[in-house]
């Protein structure tokens, strides 16, 4: 069975902090990898894709670690605003191209 | 602007009564999906559909169906056989092939009492 784990958290941090995620998953022929943001109640949005060489947009920094079936997310100076849950979401083909999703860790990011 | 619709927002049903979830797009995706999500856990995939007239099931397909007539709309029916149909529902899409990320409609707040 495929799967995806998370730390749940939550993650309480102050402003500032920097903070990372992590998460594992359990096939390894999963093609591509992705870090989505939850808000409350509000539908997962796209937050960065994972490459194999690392990829850093701003603040985040994402890493894959194929051997360890490994894949991370840094948040440097963390806002108030990143405060969320981060879904980590393994995709799979097998002809059809579907998503496997953790079930997220929670932020909490305090003044 | 383009984007992924669904709606209603919230949904009220009696038990026994069969609901259909609308689920439109504009981005002229190939591919879309839709997935459920309960209180503490993971998305998990009801169907999916990569092209126009063909659909699949996903892990939780038992008590759903669907359509896809036409490529902007892949409307979601719970029947009266799923057993707890309560839950966030959430409609996506991609453009389709390997490795595409997908993009999520604003999601249906179904009660069933």
């Known amino acids: 069975r495929k799967e995806v784990e998370q730390d749940p958290g939550p993650f309480n941090v102050p402003e500032g902090a920097t903070v990372a995620f992590n998460c594992t998953y359990s096939?390894?022929?999963?093609?591509?990898f992705f870090w989505y943001r939850q808000d409350c109640r509000k539908e997962p949005k796209l937050l960065m894709s994972?490459?194999?060489s690392g990829n850093e947009d701003g603040r985040f920094t994402a890493q894959l670690n194929r051997a360890s079936q490994y894949i991370s997310l840094l948040i440097r100076d963390s806002k108030l605003s990143d405060s969320a849950t981060y879904l980590c979401v393994v995709n799979e083909w097998s002809g059809y191209s579907t998503l496997t999703f953790g079930k997220g860790t929670m932020l909490l990011v305090s003044p | 602007d383009g984007g992924i619709t669904q709606s209603p927002k919230y949904l009220f049903r009696k038990e026994g009564q069969n609901v259909t979830l609308s689920c439109e797009q504009n981005l002229n995706h190939d591919a879309m999906y839709w997935y459920r999500q309960d209180p503490g856990q993971g998305l998990r995939l009801i169907y999916y559909?990569?092209?126009?007239?063909?659909?699949q099931k996903g892990d939780i397909a038992e008590g759903y169906s669907v359509s896809r007539e036409k490529k902007e709309s892949f409307p979601l029916t719970v029947t009266s056989a799923q057993k707890n149909p309560t839950a966030f529902y959430l409609c996506a899409s991609s453009i389709g092939g390997q490795g595409k990320e997908q993009y999520f409609g604003p999601g249906t707040r179904l009660t069933v009492t």
């Open positions: 096939n390894s022929a999963s093609q591509s």
């Open positions: 994972v490459y194999s």
């Open positions: 559909s990569q092209i126009v007239n063909d659909f």
